[in-house]
């Protein structure tokens, strides 16, 4: 990733918020997707799509006893972009 990377949040197709740094990103994604359903019911991890390109949000439920099912992927991803005029395109 070059110096002038940003991250963008998408919520699907459209753009919800950009940040500097990865791991911005990546909060801002899970605490928009957390805000709608109880965290503590759910387990999250980001899978890396598009090695240093896209990661996707996934989450799964967790079952009886706290013992988690499959993953699946939610709507949020984070993309790497050249700079945040190239996101607006």
Known sequence: ????TA???MHGDTPA???PALQVALDAALARQTAWVRAS???YRWDEYN????WRLMQRRQ???GKGRRFSWTQYAVHAVDSLTEAAR
């Open 41 to 43: 019911e759910y387990d």
């Open 63 to 65: 079952g009886p006893d």
């Open 17 to 19: 918020a950009g940040a």
């Open 51 to 54: 090695p240093g390109k896209v």
């Open 7 to 9: 991250f963008v949040v």
């Open 1 to 4: 990733m070059s110096v002038s």
